[in-house]
């Protein structure tokens, strides 16, 4: 079993940055692909970005590519996303997930996290 738990969240305005943590627990994340989703209000969740185990593949939303970055540090157990140039329609409850697969679809994870929220005002 693995235990994720998201921190970082919180209320910017546009064009600030914010760094989001999933910190692990119960295993080691090890070889799990980790990424971060995200839901709006009224929304269904929707796929932001992706990390192989080893940090060399990356996969990220359309929607974010250039203003986000997933990191992770496999020592620490611990998988970010660093956000910049934050917009209003960025405003979500972000959570992470870890999967045996690089994948967009939600199903492929085993494992999630409660989430964090962020808001963005503009």
């Known amino acids: 079993q693995v235990q994720l738990v998201e921190s970082g969240g919180g209320l910017v305005q546009a064009g600030d940055s914010l760094r989001l943590s999933c910190a692990a627990s119960?295993?080691?994340?090890?070889?799990?692909?980790m990424a971060w989703f995200r839901q709006a209000p009224g929304e269904s969740r929707e796929f932001v970005a992706a990390?192989?185990?080893?940090?060399?593949?990356?996969s990220y939303a359309d929607s974010v590519k250039g203003r986000f970055t997933i990191s992770r540090n496999n020592a620490g157990n611990t998988v970010y996303l660093q956000m910049n140039n934050l917009k209003p329609e960025d405003t979500a409850v972000y959570s992470c997930?870890?999967?045996?697969?690089?994948?967009?679809?939600?199903?492929?994870?085993?494992?999630w996290g409660q989430g964090t929220r962020v808001t963005v005002s503009s």
């Open positions: 119960g295993r080691t994340l090890g070889t799990h692909v």
């Open positions: 997930a870890a999967g045996p697969a690089l994948s967009m679809d939600a199903p492929t994870y085993d494992y």
């Open positions: 990390i192989n185990w080893n940090g060399r593949m990356r």
